[in-house]
């Protein structure tokens, strides 16, 4: 199984930026696409942003253009470059990791954007 830890969350004011990371260990073998969720209070979690193995990257409507996930595979690592926050991306961003038959998920991080 694939351990995720997700880091760099906090509390911005609009308009400001954010790096997320998440780490995975474990049984990293054959991680396909990585990718980033989002969760704001009393609402579903929602898909953010991903990336494949060979870096083809994908993105919400909601973040296209502001956000921007990268991966190290040399160290496992998987960022979300957060610019231009507004208080809608206010949430607990998930990471997650798949494999052929098995998606793994971080703790989350809190992602705050004051108005």
């Known amino acids: 199984q694939v351990q995720l830890v997700e880091s760099g969350g906090g509390l911005r004011q609009a308009g400001g930026s954010l790096r997320l990371s998440c780490a995975a260990s474990?049984?990293?073998?054959?991680?396909?696409?990585m990718g980033w969720y989002r969760q704001a209070p009393g609402k579903q979690r929602d898909w953010v942003a991903s990336?494949?193995?060979?870096?083809?990257?994908n993105y919400a409507d909601s973040v296209k253009g502001r956000f921007t996930i990268s991966r190290d595979n040399a160290e496992n690592t998987v960022y979300l470059q957060m610019n231009s926050l507004k208080p809608e991306d206010t949430a607990v961003y998930y990471c997650?990791?798949?494999?052929?038959?098995?998606?793994?998920w971080g703790q989350g991080t809190q992602v705050t954007v004051s108005s």
């Open positions: 997650c990791a798949d494999q052929t038959l098995r998606r793994s």
């Open positions: 474990g049984s990293i073998f054959r991680i396909n696409a």
């Open positions: 990336i494949t193995s060979d870096g083809r990257t």
